[in-house]
């Protein structure tokens, strides 16, 4: 399979099945969002992390693939055989557990603070931001997303901002009040 497909080369793109629509489609910006906050998570991971925060962002990185393919498809199948990823309110609590885990070893908050940081805290900031654009995006979208979604993305945005805490706490370095 060839990388380019030049079926795009229009200004369209198709979603799951023989759907064309542009890639100005707010659809095709919220599933575009999902990708590029993905993206930074990879960022992230590039830098040495340690074990639980590596693998935690794994997981929500295979998460954010399940967003974009309901993004792109509120079906429930790719094909006959094959079941597409969803997430679950399971999901939404495995990130609550690990915002009170990392929440738990840090400093209470008093102010607002600045973003910054180590290098990995401040892209989980940049990261944090995508979230809320995501959640943004998904919530203008109609016909209306999957209720999930947005909890789902609602709650991740929290979790990174705990992350990037956590990982400035353990790197020594301090939070700058605003």
Do not use: C
């Amino acid at each position: 399979m060839k990388i380019y497909t030049r079926t795009g080369d229009t200004g369209e793109t198709s979603l799951f099945g023989t759907d064309r629509v542009s890639k100005a489609d707010p659809r095709v910006e919220a599933y575009g969002e999902v990708d590029e906050l993905n993206a930074w998570l990879g960022f992230v991971r590039s830098s040495p992390l340690d074990a639980e925060i590596d693998e935690a962002l794994a997981g929500i990185q295979r998460d954010l693939f399940a967003v974009g393919a309901q993004l792109a498809d509120r079906s429930e199948r790719l094909s006959d055989r094959v079941m597409k990823a969803f997430l679950t309110d399971d999901d939404v609590a495995r990130l609550e557990g690990l915002i009170d885990r990392l929440d738990a070893e840090l400093p209470p908050l008093t102010h607002f603070i600045l973003s910054g940081g180590s290098p990995s805290g401040a892209a989980l900031h940049v990261a944090r931001t995508i979230a809320r654009r995501v959640e943004r995006r998904m919530v203008a979208l109609a016909p209306p997303v999957d209720g999930i979604l947005i909890r789902y993305i609602n709650r991740l945005s929290d979790l990174l901002f705990v992350m990037a805490r956590a990982l400035n706490h353990r790197a020594g370095r301090p939070e700058a009040a605003w």
